[in-house]
């Protein structure tokens, strides 16, 4: 089977191009990640990987187009979703150890890296967040073990862009 790969209808800067690039590339069918657009209301999933939807067990057409909430539920830790919508409202980078559901109704532990994903032409490395224009949000997810900090080596999105921050 094809994979379908993310091709954004916004400019994104090369820094952040290189992340999608590697995303799309083969061997990364299976990584768990989601595009959002802030530009939209409610900042909806515009794209969802096909390992998102296998993780999650929801198919694209009940992903795209929702925000990411849908996911969470009584078990959700509060203080790690204030923790992403911090960063959405700071357009900066978050790692979250966070707890969410499965279309089944089932619990997963995930260590959650979300990134901005900044406009061609802005400055990614830009010092005040008010610097760069801010097209997309990607949010990777990878399963872990145990909940709690320190998981972040496990996240193909947090280790790829390790690189964009020399």
Not at 39 to 61: H, M, Q, R, W
Not at 88 to 116: C, H, M, W
Request: aromatic share 10%.
């Amino acid at each position: 089977s094809t994979t379908r790969p993310f091709i954004p209808s916004k400019s994104i800067c090369e820094n952040d191009l290189s992340l999608i690039d590697i995303l799309n590339s083969p061997g990364n069918e299976d990584v768990c990640y989601c595009i959002c657009d802030p530009d939209l209301d409610d900042t909806p999933i515009v794209f969802a990987s096909e390992g998102f939807c296998k993780f999650t067990g929801y198919s694209n057409d009940e992903i795209e187009g929702r925000n990411c909430r849908f996911l969470q539920g009584s078990l959700t830790s509060t203080k790690d979703v204030d923790r992403i919508r911090n960063a959405l409202k700071d357009e900066t980078e978050a790692n979250v150890n966070l707890l969410n559901y499965r279309k089944d109704g089932s619990t997963f532990i995930n260590q959650f890296y979300l990134a901005p994903l900044h406009g061609k032409g802005s400055d990614a490395n830009a010092t005040n967040a008010g610097d760069a224009t801010v097209c997309y949000y990607i949010g990777v997810q990878c399963a872990v073990p145990n909940p709690g900090p320190g998981q972040m080596p496990a996240n193909p999105g947090w280790v790829y862009t390790q690189g964009n921050h020399v």
